[in-house]
């Protein structure tokens, strides 16, 4: 389904990725793959409580031991303005940053860093860490995010001014924010349905299989190298350089091979700390976490509380949403309420919405960016809500989403006009799949729901060197986590007209390219893509150019086509084309090195819809749910590479489902992570899962040469909702909180029974 | 403490290497003897990442202690590909994309063929429960699962 018919060689087309041989044979290096001779190893030292005050640490017998080469603790980081500093798309506090890789003056969940030591070995570093004597006021903790609001909770941060409202005295609420649009009042006037409900969802991690790890050398210069995995290389020497006083210019970061992020892997927990330690001891140091300092430490994305009221005609037509959000950050500000409040209802035309949304701070890991961050969250409550309408309506989930689609000059709740966008498309698949027509037996139910994500653009740089052979290297500065290096090779092939495997995709280290925003926001194809698409057009004027001093003519008068330069008409002369290969052959002596270049701040991220369909089986003796089938149907703009396109979407379903059906994070009395293993913490595993069917459907982003939209994000939207209104019509009972556990749901069949036996 | 000095036949080759009692199969490989492609997600058996075979069982490098592999054969996954030749499972996941961030892959790759070399004709759910102990967070596994049956239906086809 494309509206454009353009053909293209190399675009559209499923090549090897680059980096394939490297992963299938175990040569690719990931993050904690990479060592330096004379490198010792790090460990850090983390609080087992919740929140206490830290009156004081004692490092000294760890220092005594054979062995360790350096010990640090919040002393030896600078403290960091309150202020909110820009940085890429986001603002970044660093004084909270600088808390957060290293406790300060409280601990502020279990598992917060407050010590880390250098050792020859990590044997000798954990003996360390135990020789490390903390002096503990433990306080009372907040976990949960309705509590943490509530009048008398504990308070995280004394000082804390919440922005967007007024508070008397602390509070946890770190920020509240609203959209407006229409006037909801006379909304819910016109309409002829309300329905309000409540929906919970539990926070989750981003669950990647690499754990976080780096190697940091400074040199006694002060020149630092950093070789991480991360999603952003730049955005960890920005982070490191403010953290520890250093110039930019003097850090140099390699991402490693990167074993997923999923946004996890956007911000800095080792990286500071694997600096400052190998400073102090002169050697280049080691740090890799372990699973359960992965789950104590880092991530996860919000949990959230919601409360939505709808508003509806008998006709179908919404007339009204008004919803709150509230979001926990972990200890420090940062939860996606804003992006939640925004995405709640994008996909639909609804002229009268109000949605506001908190920040709220708890005693957990601070968030950190997962898929789509916030959206997953508040549709989870928006098209449960809009199923339950449905059923009260009596008319088809599907059509009900039809009737109030989203198309070209819909203005969102949230501000803009829609441009061309595929939400409606989504919806018309849906309906004709043979899926959703597809019969189910006893005790199975179908759900479908819908979702929308921004996509981004953002910062890119990008170069293109021309060979001396004819072949090319594409220089990028985005890690590639699922294929990125293909797409942007594939797009160079067709704008150079070379074969793909004549070019060479790179991702550059922080001092070999120009700056480039971070992998994420589902911007690398689309932006960075933009910016090779660019480099390539820029080596392809020079390589006219040289065309047009061989030929002694204008360079006006050469076109490129088909990877050669050939005059633009007769007028111009008669030439025979000369080839990228043959001009890159002379390319000595008519100028010297042909090097394209591009670098810009990419706008016109085309927005992302995607609708699901996903079947259950509900075994009502244990409320264990089993996925039949799914079908996942998203506006891709155009897939550049259709496999690792349906990869993303069916990667993101399946964390969806994951989130839906089984993970969270289970704390103790005390506050503690009570499994923060893969063992308890239960991500989707093979049998979980059926096959999960990708629909592309494309309508090109006018924004991108190639109609390129972000894919990555907008598939983890749906699937909570799609599996709990699937649930809902297996079993008559709604659930309103994740995860549906086979406990959770057991006890909501349970109770359903009770009822109807009491009636 | 003294070191144990064990000989071991890896991935073909007559192997020797000293490790400490405490260090595992997983740590020897990875470094002792530099071999990075097995990989380490949890260290405590949930996530499949250091699959390899061990006497031609499928094992987690990071359950087997490297002092118990003494005598032993271990294949990892650098010896699946036959000199400059991919094994048929890794030449089918390159092409049907079956992996994103590839740090599950090595795993998956050794834990796959060990399946195929027990059952030529799996059954899609025979396939997803073997695969069940190797978590794969970024592909959602259907490519996985294509992949290794479309690798099994080539083999038997070569194998007539
Ligand atoms: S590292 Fe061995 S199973 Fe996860
Ligand atoms: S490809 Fe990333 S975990 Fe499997």
Sequence with gaps: MSSDNRKYKWVGTRQIRPDGHDKVTGRAKFGSDFSLSGMIHGRVLRSPHAHAIIKSIDTSKAEALPGVKAVITSKDFQEQPAELKAAGEGMINYRDMTRNVMAREKALYDGHAVAAVAASTVEVAEAALELISVDYEVLPHVIDVDEAMKEGAPILHEEMVPSGMEVNGPTNIAKFVEFNLGDTKKGFEEAEVVIERSYKTEAVHQGYIEPHAVVAS????????????????????????????????????TPSEIGGGFGGKTVVYLEPLATLLS???????????????????????????????????????????????????????????????????????????YVNGYDVVVNRPKVAAYRAPGAP?????????????????????LELRKLNAAKKGTQAAYGPTFREIGYEETVDIAMKHDHYSAPLGPNQGRGVASG????????????????????????????????????????????????????????????????????????????????????????????????????????????????????????????????????????????????????????????????????????????????????????????????????????????????????????????????PGFLDYRIPVASDLPMIDAVMVE?????????????????????????????????????????MSPPRLLAALDQADIKEAAE | MAKHHISMTLNGEPTEFLCSTRQTLLDVLRDELNLTGSKEGCASGDCGACSVMVDDRLVCACLVLGAECDGKTVESIEGMADGENLHPLQQKFLEEAALQCGICTPGVLVAAKALLERNNNPTETEVRYWLAGNLCRCTGYDKIVRAVMSTAADMRENAK
């Design chain 1, 218 to 253: 400074v040199a006694e210069d002060g020149q630092a190298q950093i070789w991480c995995c991360t999603q952003g290389q730049f955005q960890v020497r920005a982070f490191v350089a403010q953290l520890l006083g250093m110039p930019a210019s003097s850090i140099r970061v």
């Design chain 1, 279 to 353: 400073k102090k001891a002169g050697k280049p140091v080691k740090m890799i976490m372990t699973r359960e300092e992965v789950f104590r430490a880092s991530g996860p994305t919000s949990g959230g509380s919601m409360t939505y009221k709808i508003g509806a005609t008998k006709a179908g037509k919404i007339t009204a949403v008004e919803a709150t959000i509230k979001l926990l950050a972990g200890a420090f500000a940062g939860a996606p309420a804003g992006p939640a409040c925004m995405c709640a209802v994008a996909p639909y035309d609804i002229k009268n919405v």
């Design chain 1, 377 to 397: 969250i508040s549709a989870f409550g928006a098209e449960s809500i809009i199923d339950e309408l449905a059923k009260e309506l009596g008319i088809d989930p």
């Design chain 1, 452 to 675: 929308f994500w921004f996509n981004i653009g953002g910062e890119s740089s990008a170069t293109v060197n021309i060979n001396e052979d004819g072949t090319a290297v594409v220089i990028s500065g985005n890690p590639d986590i699922g294929g990125s290096r293909a797409s942007l090779a594939l797009m160079a092939a067709e704008e150079l007209g070379i074969d793909y495997d004549k070019v060479r995709p790179i991702i550059g280290d922080t001092a070999s390219i120009g700056y480039n925003f971070l992998t994420g926001g589902s911007r690398v194809t689309f932006a960075t893509g933009l910016a090779v698409v660019e480099a390539a057009k820029d080596a392809v004027r020079q390589l006219c150019e040289r065309a047009a001093k061989i030929w002694e003519v204008d360079a006006e008068g050469v076109i490129w086509e088909n990877g050669h330069a050939k005059p633009a008409s007769t007028n111009v002369g008669d030439f025979e084309p000369l080839s990228l290969a043959n001009l890159a052959a002379q390319a000595p002596k008519t100028g010297g090195p042909i090097c394209g270049h591009n670098a810009q701040n990419v706008q016109g991220a085309g927005p992302g819809f995607a609708t699901h369909i996903c079947d259950v089986e509900v075994d009502p003796e244990t409320g264990s749910v089993s996925i039949l089938r799914y079908t996942a149907i998203q506006d891709v703009g155009r897939a550049i590479h259709p496999s690792y396109v349906e990869g993303q979407i069916q990667g993101g379903a399946a964390q969806g489902i994951g989130w839906a059906l089984n993970e969270e994070y289970i704390y103790n009395s005390k506050g503690q992570l009570d499994n």
């Design chain 1, 699 to 739: 309508v090109p982003n006018d924004r991108h040469p190639y109609g390129v939209r972000g894919v990555g994000e907008v598939p983890i939207v749906p699937p909570m909702a799609a599996v709990a209104n699937a649930i809902e019509n297996a079993t008559g009972v709604r659930m309103s909180a994740l995860p």
